[in-house]
T-cell receptor, first 112, second 113 residues
């Protein structure tokens, strides 16, 4: 099955700096890659996603890039704010259906 | 619109007890899922359903059973709880078409003592 690895596990940045979280996947059939943000005590929320026919997608301060050849994708958050502090999960979905395989999460702390 | 609602939010069980976790969605989604979340292990799929009356095993199904008698509800059962089942459980759903991210519930924190 699909195996998703996520790095780093923890990340601290100063407010206003950028944050980058990286994921790799193993199944070349994976073609949909969502990212989730989980705040303390809440369920994960979808923040951005990318399909395999697209190399980059932006939504205001967040962007995701995908390198299909290398099988890795990254989340970029610019101009970080304290409210960006949360755990972020990447996921990959192969052609076997609408199942998602998750990375182990990155705990992001934005220091005011 | 409530989205995905999980009950209960917290529960403490003794080893060997049984319980049922309820997930209800009001978005008319076809697919529903149960995940468990453990520190350092991310989210792992327990069971899922691609429609009313159907269920399938995920990555970690042992010790759990599920039922989807109605489209809007997906139940997760623990017949004989074990301390290894202490976890946070999340239910999720999607419409059924590809390229949709999950809508998650807010979770159930279960402790088995």
């Amino acid at each position: 099955g699909e195996n998703v690895e996520q790095h780093p596990s923890t990340l601290s940045v100063q407010e206003g700096d950028s944050a980058v979280i990286k994921c790799t996947y193993s199944d070349s059939a994976s073609n949909y890659f969502p990212w989730y943000k989980q705040e303390l005590g809440k369920g994960p929320q979808l923040i951005i996603d990318i399909r395999s026919n697209v190399g980059e997608k932006k939504d205001q301060r967040i962007a995701v890039t995908l390198n299909k050849t290398a099988k890795h994708f990254s989340l970029h958050i610019t101009e970080t704010q304290p409210e960006d502090s949360a755990v972020y999960f990447c996921a990959a979905s192969p052609n076997t259906g609408n199942q998602f395989y998750f990375g182990t999460g990155t705990s992001l702390t934005v220091i005011p | 619109n409530a989205g995905v609602t999980q009950t209960p939010k917290f529960r403490v069980l003794k080893t060997g007890q049984s319980m049922t976790l309820l997930c209800a969605q009001d978005m008319n989604h076809e697919y529903m899922y149960w995940y468990r979340q453990d520190p350092g292990m991310g989210l792992r799929l327990i069971h899922y359903s691609v429609g009313e009356g159907t269920t399938a095993k995920g990555e970690v199904p042992d010790g759990y059973n599920v039922s989807r008698l109605k489209k809007q509800n997906f139940l997760l059962g623990l017949e004989s709880a074990a301390p290894s089942q202490t976890s946070v459980y999340f239910c999720a759903s999607i419409p059924g078409q590809r390229f949709y991210g999950y809508t998650f519930g807010s979770g159930t924190r279960l402790t088995v003592v």
